[in-house]
Nanobody, 126 residues
């Protein structure tokens, strides 16, 4: 089993910034990518960003490119999402995911992930 613990959500005004963090523990794969997805009521979970095991490959949804940055901690078991220039449409429940793969564009699909965190709420007011 893998446990993922997210933190860093909250309420921020449009144009502001937030930093989300996720720590993985338990029986993780020897090398695994991690990603962030988000979901709003009535909609499917959508891809936000992902990072390969090495940290050398990063993937972003078009809607967040240039505003969000995903990074991996030195110990590899943590991932952060720096969110700048936030917009009201970024409001969602953000989930961290652990992938059974270590890299690749398939990380943009939810099926590439085998474990999810509980989610952290991000609310951007206009």
């Amino acid at each position: 089993q893998v446990q993922l613990l997210e933190s860093g959500g909250g309420l921020v005004q449009a144009g502001g910034s937030l930093r989300l963090s996720c720590a993985a523990s338990g029986r993780t794969f020897s090398s695994y990518a991690m990603g962030w997805f988000r979901q709003t009521p009535g909609k499917e979970r959508e891809f936000v960003a992902a990072i390969s095991w090495s940290g050398g490959s990063r993937y972003y949804a078009d809607s967040v490119k240039g505003r969000f940055t995903i990074s991996r901690g030195n110990t590899k078991n943590t991932v952060s999402l720096q969110m700048n220039s936030l917009k009201p449409e970024d409001t969602a429940l953000y989930y961290c995911g652990h992938s059974q793969y270590d890299s690749g564009t398939l990380l943009q699909g939810g099926a590439a992930y085998d474990y999810w965190g509980q989610g952290t709420q991000v609310t951007v007011s206009s």
